[in-house]
């Protein structure tokens, strides 16, 4: 379905029902969602901030919000779900990659609300962003995540990522996914040992 948004722009909407009976839109982010992002950010319990940004101190600046919100479906991708159930709008989940300047693997962030997550949202935010960037060429996908965070590494390992320990940091590390096994090199795979997909 295609529609236009707030933002002048028409954009394909997906529309999903969660495990639970939930529906929420999914459609690609514009420069108008960052009050949206912003909410989403604010509202994380400190353990998720702490899984979506390493060491969960980051704030929703201005700035990051218009690093988030800029997508320009070339160098950084971005899809955000928002829940319409309620008097207003809310996002409840953000998914997005940022191309790196070789042009041949991406790192990728997903970041799911406390309230909607164990619904799968998570796992559909993260394959909507695989299938664009398989679509798009890009070899390799990979998130650099804390030892720390247990949560994502079965979520990481269903959804087919290899993790690594970053041989830099022991306290960090690596899950790639091969978006184009026949075609990526070995070494590509290896260069990305070096924040951050969220579980659910």
């Known amino acids: 379905m295609s529609t236009q948004d707030k933002c002048g722009m028409h954009l394909d909407l997906e529309r999903v029902t969660l495990k639970d009976g939930r529906s929420v839109t999914i459609r690609p982010v514009c420069r108008k969602d960052g009050e949206l992002e912003k909410s989403l950010i604010?509202?994380?319990?400190?353990?998720?901030?702490?899984?979506?940004?390493i060491g969960g101190s980051c704030k929703a600046s201005e700035k990051l919000i218009e690093l988030l919100t800029d997508n320009d479906h070339e160098q950084h991708e971005a899809f955000i779900a928002v829940d319409e159930s309620g008097d207003?709008?809310?996002?409840?989940a953000v998914a997005n990659y940022a191309l790196d300047d070789d042009g041949r693997a991406c790192e990728c962030a997903v970041v799911v609300s406390d309230d909607w997550q164990h619904e799968g949202l998570g796992r559909i935010m993260l394959q909507q962003l695989i299938d664009v960037a398989r679509a798009r060429g890009i070899e390799i996908m990979y998130s650099i995540e804390s030892a720390d965070n247990i949560k994502v590494k079965k979520f990481a390992h269903a959804m087919g990522f290899v993790c690594k320990a970053d041989p830099r940091d022991y306290t960090l590390l690596?899950?790639?996914?091969?978006?184009?096994?026949?075609?990526?090199?070995?070494?590509?795979?290896?260069?990305?040992?070096?924040?951050a997909m969220q579980s659910q």
């Open 42 to 53: 604010e509202g994380l319990s400190p353990e998720s901030r702490r899984d979506r940004f």
């Open 88 to 92: 207003k709008p809310r996002a409840v």
């Open 174 to 195: 690596t899950y790639t996914l091969d978006l184009q096994p026949e075609e990526a090199p070995i070494g590509l795979i290896q260069q990305h040992q070096r924040p």
